[in-house]
């Protein structure tokens, strides 16, 4: 039973110590083998620190790995919410030029039909859109088939 405890305990640190003291041969070698433990206790201790550090920091990176990857997909959310909603407002400024336009062409329209077909006035005048074409009363006059140039020509001939 003791030697079972001494062995889970003691058995590394003591089996290198010896070996060290052996290899050393100092002239105190109970001292030496002393210091020698005091020291490996030391070396196991930073070792065991230096283990857990690292633990922590590969937890740590593997958290700032999360929130990037959060982040990155917040990011991505955002972006798609702001397209979405670009969109969605120009789809509603779309409709609204759409509705005052049809709103323009049926006052244009109860206009027309309000001063006739024969009031004189032109395209540009009944239409309030910027470059509708300002075309003046085209009258027809009831005149025979073929032109005055149309017999000119004929008569050279």
Excluded at 1 to 20: D, F, H, V, W
Excluded at 59 to 73: C, G, K, P, S
Excluded at 82 to 96: I, K, T, V
Excluded at 109 to 127: C, H, N, P, V, Y
């Amino acid at each position: 039973m003791e030697s079972a405890y001494l062995q889970k305990n003691l058995g590394t640190c003591l089996t290198q110590g010896l070996a060290e003291v052996a290899r050393m041969r100092p002239v105190d070698p109970i001292e030496y083998l002393a210091l020698w433990i005091y020291k490996y206790k030391n070396n196991v201790t930073v070792e065991q620190q230096r283990q857990e550090e690292m633990a922590q920091l590969e937890h740590e990176r593997e958290l700032a790995v999360m929130e990037q990857e959060m982040m990155e997909r917040l990011k991505a959310e955002e972006l798609l919410f702001q397209q979405q909603q670009l969109a969605f407002q120009l789809e509603l400024e779309m409709q609204e030029k759409e509705r005052q336009r049809i709103e323009e062409l049926q006052r244009a329209q109860e206009q027309f039909e309000k001063d006739g077909a024969d009031s004189g006035r032109t395209l540009a005048e009944i239409s309030d859109r910027y470059g509708a074409p300002n075309l003046s009363r085209v009258e027809e006059l009831d005149e025979p088939m073929l032109s005055d140039v149309a017999l000119n020509i004929d008569q050279d001939l």
